[in-house]
């Protein structure tokens, strides 16, 4: 089972950077780091996912530790669209993993 | 974002009915999922699709079934629905299959069986 923990809940201020830990301590060489998040009454939506190197977008940045056994999506500049449950997941790198399991998540909300 | 709707948004009905819904993609990938999503359990997959005509089971699949006549289209079918099948149905695509590629998700179904 590809589990990941996470915290249950984070509080940010608006424009202030946000650090969401990740750990996965058992993960093997070929698992991937999925970050999705889901607003309310709303599907998940992708935000970024990364093997070994850090990785940016316009949405995020993840920052995966050298043992990767960790990982932390960082949100630069919070806005209130961006409360939503953050979801960690690993997924296996090769063809035959096909869906995402989805753990309880960090609920994040940001103060105006 | 990504091109995917879903039909019915909302949908009432009763235990014994048949129901089926509809998800709908304007991408053009070959891989398309179709999850439930209940408090306490996250996301849970049903099946999913790699392919026009083929499909798979997922880990909660008793109950649905599935088709994919069309790239586009990926309808997930309650022969007889139950109320243990209340729930919100969310489909999802994605070009590949594995770890390296993301998954797009439709924005729900809300389903309820009385």
């Known amino acids: 089972d590809a589990k990941t923990t996470q915290p249950n809940s984070m509080e940010s201020n608006e424009e202030e950077p946000v650090h969401l830990p990740c750990n996965h301590s058992?993960?093997?060489?070929?698992?991937?780091i999925h970050w999705y998040r889901q607003l309310p009454s709303q599907g998940p939506e992708y935000v970024i996912h990364?093997?070994?190197s850090n990785v940016n977008n316009r949405m995020a940045s993840l920052a995966i530790a050298e043992d990767r056994k960790s990982s932390t999506l960082i949100l630069h500049r919070a806005t209130l669209r961006d409360a939503a449950v953050y979801y960690c997941?690993?997924?296996?790198?090769?063809?035959?993993?096909?869906?995402?399991?989805f753990g309880k998540g960090t609920l994040l909300t940001v103060n105006p | 974002d990504a091109g995917i709707t879903q039909s019915p948004r909302h949908k009432v009905t009763e235990t014994g009915t048949p129901v089926t819904l509809r998800c709908h993609q304007t991408?053009?990938?070959?891989?398309m999922y179709w999850y439930r999503q209940d408090p306490g359990h996250g996301l849970r997959l049903i099946h999913y699709?790699?392919?026009?005509?083929?499909?798979d089971k997922g880990e909660v699949s008793d109950g649905y079934s599935v088709s994919r006549s069309k790239t586009e289209d990926f309808l997930l079918t309650l022969e007889s629905a139950t109320s243990s099948q209340t729930s919100v149905y969310f489909c999802?695509?994605?070009?590949?299959?594995?770890?390296?590629?993301?998954?797009?998700f439709g924005p729900g179904t809300r389903l309820t069986v009385l």
């Open positions: 999802a695509i994605s070009a590949l299959a594995g770890g390296s590629n993301e998954q797009f």
């Open positions: 058992t993960i093997s060489g070929t698992d991937y």
């Open positions: 990364g093997l070994t």
């Open positions: 997941i690993r997924l296996l790198g090769g063809g035959s993993n096909y869906k995402l399991t």
């Open positions: 991408e053009n990938h070959r891989y």
């Open positions: 699709s790699y392919g026009v005509k083929d499909t």
